[in-house]
C-alpha cells in the first residue's frame, strides 16, 4: 500500500467484516438487565415498530440479532423493541 487512499480502500471491507461478526459474539440483551429496564426494552414483539427496522440497529432487518449502541456491549433480537425507536425511512 502506497498510499492513504490505498489504506483506507483496503481497511473499510475489514472494519465490514468484523463489526458484523461482532453482534454475534456479544451476549443478548436481557429484560432484566438495568439498561433495557429503563428504555422499556421487550424482547419480543409484533410491533411493526421493532429493533430490524430501526436506525440505531448495527446489523441487517433479517439477521435475527444484531448490536445497537443504546446497548453497547449486548446483542438484540431483531424482533425486540424499546421506547428509543427511530424509523430508518425518516
Known amino acids: 500500500m502506497n498510499t492513504r487512499r490505498e489504506f483506507f480502500i483496503f481497511l473499510g471491507p475489514v472494519i465490514a467484516v468484523l463489526a458484523g461478526e461482532q453482534a454475534f459474539a456479544m451476549p443478548m440483551l436481557l429484560e432484566s438487565d438495568p439498561a ?14 421493532r429493533c430490524g427496522t430501526c436506525q440505531h440497529f448495527q446489523g441487517k432487518k433479517y ?4 448490536g445497537c449502541p443504546l446497548f453497547p456491549g449486548k446483542a438484540v433480537n ?7 425507536y427511530a424509523d430508518r425511512t425518516k
Open 36 to 49: 433495557a429496564k429503563r428504555l422499556g426494552y421487550k424482547s419480543q414483539t409484533d410491533s411493526a415498530k
Open 63 to 66: 439477521d435475527g440479532i444484531g
Open 78 to 84: 431483531t424482533n425486540a423493541v424499546c421506547n428509543e
